[in-house]
């Protein structure tokens, strides 16, 4: 008992430490952070209902947290309803980046849509010139350790299979996996 309450002291005490790393003020809606999330950036953060970040029974919980960032004056990321985010969650925003309702991501899952460096030689300490959004359509199951990169769309009711590199976009009631993801079966 004793164990427990010390456990909830702990959590609630690096919700609170995370909260001071945030400097987003554009944001509509709330999450429910079972684990700490940090909210940066200048753009705007879009959240629906019944967002949950953060698994206890799962790894990265008590060294982990979520990420969410849009990082420019016009980036915008949005969440739509009754999505679940497992640890370790991040999102960078350069443009654009919407997660639609009814979304399972696993932990350790990174969504960006932009370089954020110019990939041309002589200009590699500047801005990507170019970000693409990112579309994560509706009922999306994504597993652990993946990535997205700009300019993808997944279609509705895929899953990404652990550990995908995803680089291009995808039709919707697939299976995609490996690095790059490619369709592996249809559902």
Known sequence: ?????????????????????????????????????????????????????????????????????????QAVITFGDNIHINNNFSVVSERKITINS????????????????????????????????????ENVFIGNNVTILKGVTIGKNTVVANGAMVTKSCPENVVIGGVPAKVISKL
């Not at 959590?11 to 684990?35: A, D, E």
């Not at 960006?112 to 170019?130: G, W």
Request: aromatic share 12%; net charge positive.
């Open 1 to 73: 008992m004793f164990k427990d309450k010390i456990v909830q002291l702990f959590l609630k005490w690096r919700k609170i430490k995370f909260s001071f790393f945030s400097n987003s003020r554009n944001i509509t809606g709330n999450f429910t952070k079972h684990q700490p999330v940090v909210m940066r950036g200048k753009g705007t953060i879009i959240i629906g209902n019944n967002v949950n970040i953060g698994v206890i029974n799962s790894p990265f919980f008590y060294n982990g947290y979520g990420y969410v960032e849009a990082r420019k004056q």
């Open 102 to 137: 009814h979304t399972l991501i696993g932990y350790n899952c990174t969504i960006i849509d932009s370089n954020f460096h110019n990939l041309t030689i002589d200009k590699r300490l500047e801005t990507d010139p170019n970000p693409e959004e990112v579309i994560i359509s």
